[in-house]
């Protein structure tokens, strides 16, 4: 992909120099690139009428949003389970021995996170259990617009699985050149894996469909509520999760995609634009992020892209991600100010390109996923990683995590005492319950020890 002659230099990846600059944790935050495109405030009023409308009018509400936003006429939007066995029986040989084997390595890793319950003797006769309980339903989303990401299926439903749910719905936008089901790679992945429940629904209104549930009728089957909501997706899917969080869980708000580079001078500027370029393609808001030390390794990595945007399958999006302000060139003082601001920043995905790369990646607090060195690059972890690429985004690494079982469990707390134990305990409780003139919960003590 490169040129044996001199490229251009990309001059719309611009540069923000943090050289010297002494900044607190709010400057250095509010310094980092976002896209001014779309926000959350801006998208909320739009998506509160989807979801009041797909809540309050149902299936009616979703038809007509099929055909405004999708172009397709829908009178119900399940997916018969005869056109999800043709899709697998379709698929290409090739693409599906990829899904496999994305399946396969999810699952190990999946497998591998589920937590064990714990029980504690607290004293003699005073047993606590900690227990780890899947969600009774999940509603699973996978995007379905400039990208068909069949592998968000796999994403999504292998570490329900793992968790133990046992009712998973997935809906995925319909696909007007496909008579209004979602695209057939993405129905033959939910076959693979077991899924029958599929809706041909998009966006916002995806999401209400799942949180609120729909009521049927003679002719209509209802889709029942989901105790959790997953996927990824653009503002509109984002601003959706957020708003209807309390109704329903939520894993994070993964919203446009975003990766950020810590690189220094050992780092090969091809391997960094090509990974810049694989999630610019994305999405024209996606955000490609650059945080080095090196002035010469910044221009050598503009070089590149100019060389290899030119020849891209999807070059103006790729161009209008690269030049928007989510995306561009950091410039730090030292490696040491460069993990400073990829904390701050919080990228989805950030990979590291240094020497001792390892060692640098374990000292990076808050992002979605970490890629360790040259062969380790974001698209492994779209695919076949075994890793999850559903991700918070949008600087929400620091305080959110990824898709994984651990959000289809929830926790119980187990209280399993016998008469001594709360004897024992009994004096401590009623004193406490006086305390804070809560007499009645002393009492409910008491009255188990009273003589009758």
Not at 337 to 351: F, K, N, R, S, T
Request: with cysteine; charged share 20%; proline share 6%.
């Amino acid at each position: 992909m490169t040129s044996q002659t001199a490229p251009v230099t990309f001059d719309a990846f611009r540069t923000i120099d943090l050289r010297g600059a002494k900044l607190s944790a709010a400057e250095l935050r509010a310094a980092m690139p976002r896209s001014s495109a779309a926000s959350f405030e801006s998208v909320a009023g739009r998506v509160e009428e989807i979801l009041d409308s797909v809540r309050t009018r149902g299936f009616a509400a979703l038809s007509e949003l099929a055909e405004r936003f999708d172009g397709v006429e829908q009178s119900h939007p399940r997916v018969p389970v005869s056109a999800l066995k043709q899709a697998l029986t379709e698929l290409a040989p090739e693409v599906r021995a990829a899904l496999e084997e994305s399946i396969e390595r999810a699952r190990t890793f999946a497998q591998a996170q589920k937590p064990e319950d714990v029980t504690v003797d607290i004293r003699p006769g005073a047993v606590l259990t900690h227990r780890w309980v899947p969600v009774g339903r999940a509603g699973l989303y996978v995007p379905g617009g400039l990208a068909v990401l069949a592998s968000s299926v796999v994403m999504n439903v292998v570490p329900a699985q793992a968790a133990g749910v046992e009712s998973i719905a997935i809906a995925s936008p319909p696909q007007k050149e496909f008579g209004g089901q979602p695209h057939p790679v993405i129905l033959a992945a939910a076959a693979l894996l077991g899924i029958d429940e599929v809706y041909a629904i998009g966006g916002a209104q995806a999401i209400a469909a799942f949180a609120y549930g729909v009521h049927g009728d003679a002719d209509k089957a209802p889709i029942e509520p989901v105790n959790v909501v997953t996927g990824p997706g653009n503002i509109y899917v984002a601003t959706a999760k957020r708003l209807v969080r309390g109704v329903v869980g939520i894993d994070a708000e993964a919203g446009t995609t975003e990766i950020a580079v810590l690189a220094d001078d050992t780092a090969q500027p091809r391997l960094i634009a090509a990974d810049l370029i694989s999630q610019a393609e994305h999405d024209p808001n996606a955000a490609s992020v650059l945080v080095t030390p090196s002035e010469e390794l910044a221009a050598a990595v503009r070089a590149e892209l100019s060389v290899q945007v030119a020849v891209t399958r999807h070059r103006e999006r790729v161009e209008t991600a690269l030049s928007g302000p989510q995306s561009g060139v950091i410039l730090v003082n030292d490696i040491e100010q460069g993990i400073a601001v990829c904390d701050a920043y919080a990228a989805e995905h950030l990979e590291i390109h240094t020497a001792e790369a390892a060692t640098v990646g374990a000292r990076v607090r808050n992002a979605g996923a970490v890629f360790v060195g040259e062969y380790s690059p974001v698209s492994l972890g779209d695919y076949c990683a075994g890793s999850n690429h559903v991700l918070p985004t949008a600087g929400t690494p620091a305080f959110a995590s990824g898709l994984g079982v651990h959000t289809f469990l929830r926790s119980m707390q187990v209280i399993d005492y016998s008469a001594e134990a709360l004897r024992e305990v009994a004096g401590h409780v009623v004193n406490l319950a006086r305390a804070e003139d809560l007499p009645g919960h002393g009492d409910a003590v008491k009255v188990r020890f009273d003589q009758h």
